[in-house]
């Protein structure tokens, strides 16, 4: 199943991606006669006890040129993001690659919508910034501690992602690295959260970014298979450290990294989970 939040004619509500369209949860309800909430966030929150039909006639569908995409919901439990995790992606801003998960928080305040924009801060802030396409992990269960081998019961799905990087405040010093990466506009995910059943192995998934700057429009690609913390070892290990809850977000990590200027535009693409697409525009006072 692919869930996502969408407008349409000024009212907002989720959905289910089908090959017709959106079908709206409200006329889901209507249909099969059921209580699914019309929030994404309290779906993934009640997934275990929701049964939402999953057929090719579940509703009368909305042409996507007619919707509008939103995020998912607006203040996830938690961000998790996860530096170096590719090796092309440490060898890009010279740095070496860490032993365990190069891990950092997020502030919901960094958010901006699906397709919407990246505004670059002022240069006295910063004039290096890069965006990076990565894959998310979405948590579906309260969990700690969670063995190897249950990993998978306690992830709902998969998102596509883009975080942003100040580079030149990062070089100042390392431990400026969670103010990099909290200026605003400097997160996005979704527009669509693809359900872990509708994805057969996510090691074999291949994460692009796009670049309009780039050679083809690619600035760069790697499998899954290749990052040095797979996303199940990432699940696993944070949960040693403090519970997850569902809706937390993982983001596991980009091959590298798409420096970006104004006009430019910039996406996280993943075949099967989603593409995730903004422009890029100067700050303006």
């Known amino acids: 199943m692919k869930l996502l939040k969408f407008e349409h004619h000024g009212q907002r509500h989720a959905g289910v991606l089908t090959s017709a369209g959106v079908v709206p949860v409200p006329e889901i309800n209507a249909r099969f006669g059921l209580r699914i909430p019309n929030c994404v966030l309290a779906i993934i929150q009640n997934a275990s006890h929701l049964e939402i039909p999953n057929t090719g006639d579940i509703g009368e569908a909305l042409p996507l040129d007619q919707v509008r995409p939103v995020l998912p919901y607006g203040v996830p439990p938690k961000i998790w993001c996860i530096g170096l995790n590719y090796k092309s992606h440490a060898e890009d801003i010279d740095a070496v690659q860490p032993e365990e998960p190069g891990s950092f928080m997020k502030p919901a305040s ?4 699906p397709g919407g924009q990246i505004v670059l801060p002022p240069e006295h802030v910063s ?4 965006a990076e396409g990565e894959l998310g992990v979405v948590i579906g269960k309260t969990c700690r501690f969670v063995p190897r081998e249950d990993v998978p019961d306690v992830i709902f799905g998969y998102t596509t992602t883009l975080d942003l990087t100040a580079l030149d405040v990062l070089r ?3 431990r400026y690295l969670t103010r990099a990466k909290s200026i605003d506009t400097f997160f996005s995910f979704g527009p669509v959260i693809v359900t872990r059943d509708e994805v057969d192995d996510v090691e074999s998934l291949e994460v692009i970014t796009e ?3 780039a050679a083809g429009g690619i600035c760069s690609r790697d499998f899954v298979r290749n990052m040095r913390h ?3 070892e990432l699940v696993r290990f944070h949960s040693d450290f403090m519970t997850l809850h569902p809706g937390d977000l993982i983001s596991t990590g980009c091959p590298k990294g798409a420096r970006i200027k104004p006009g430019d535009s910039v996406a996280a693409r993943i075949e099967g989970v989603g593409r995730l697409m903004a422009t890029v525009r100067a700050h303006s006072a």
């Open 110 to 113: 960094c958010m901006f919508e």
């Open 127 to 130: 004039n290096d910034v890069d």
């Open 172 to 174: 100042k010093n390392p």
């Open 211 to 213: 670049h309009s700057g």
């Open 230 to 232: 797979r996303p199940y």
